[in-house]
């Protein structure tokens, strides 16, 4: 069978290329299968493949996944509205994000709060010195895991409007990477709400986050060991 597979981040980097055309002399492989076999084609990847996310087609892949012939396999490494859903704002951009724009998505009469997380690029992780992140997204299916994230979240929470908006591509000091905002009759359900949607943000979303060092060395968050001094 033959295969495209497509690579994002840190999967790329280790597998040299961007995307690529595969055979496979099988007719379908299973998906653990299918990884095996992609660590025998790709030894840099290799040591790293039980901690990526696979999605076949453009939709996450269940571990009973089945690969076929002419499928697209993207290999993905580990990412650093109630019922009438009015709320929809969820999106990745590329472009500076706006506060305002995030809170009016969620503003309604019957909201007695609205809470807001605003994740900022600071200058500093685990005690040394950042001079930048680039994020990195699998735009199409991230843009599907934020706005399931929203409606999930407004579905389980009677009254409130979820909006999310996740920023990618080179960021400096300050910048503002993700704003997620919540409306609610009461602040508790906002606030908790709130932290409940960007923990999801972080957990399941595939963005990447690469953090630049003023010396010029990088890594992949959640994925590179850090060696730097």
């Known amino acids: ?23 496979n002399t099988s007719d379908e492989l299973s998906l653990p299968d299918f990884v095996s076999w992609l660590g025998e084609q790709k030894p840099r990847l290799a ?20 690969v076929h012939d002419g499928d697209v396999v993207i290999v993905l490494p580990p990412v650093a509205g109630g019922s009438t859903r009015v709320a ?15 809170v009016a998505a969620v503003r309604h009469d019957s909201a007695g709060a609205i809470a807001v997380f605003m994740g900022v690029v ?28 929203v409606d999930a979240l407004a579905d389980a929470n009677a009254g409130t409007r979820i909006a999310a908006l996740h920023r990618v591509g080179e960021l400096a000091i300050g910048d503002i990477a993700v704003v997620v905002a919540v409306s ?9 709400t709130c932290r409940t949607a960007i923990d999801l943000i972080k957990d399941t979303v595939p963005i990447w986050k690469k953090e630049w060092s003023p010396d010029g060395s990088a890594m992949w ?5 850090d060696d730097r001094k």
């Open 88 to 102: 929809q704002l969820a999106e990745v951009r590329d472009a500076p994000l706006s506060i305002d724009e995030v």
């Open 1 to 23: 069978m033959n295969l495209r597979l497509v690579y994002f981040a840190a999967a790329r980097e280790l597998a040299a290329c961007a995307e690529e055309e595969l055979t």
């Open 122 to 149: 600071r200058d500093h992780h685990q005690g040394k010195a950042v001079q930048r992140l680039d994020y990195e997204a699998y735009r199409e299916l991230a843009d599907k895991e934020l706005r399931r994230i």
């Open 184 to 192: 609610s009759p009461h602040r508790e359900a906002a606030f908790a």
């Open 47 to 66: 040591p790293y493949l039980a901690r990526m996310r696979f999605a076949i087609n453009g939709e996450f892949a269940a571990h009973d996944a089945r």
């Open 221 to 225: 968050v959640n994925l590179e060991t």
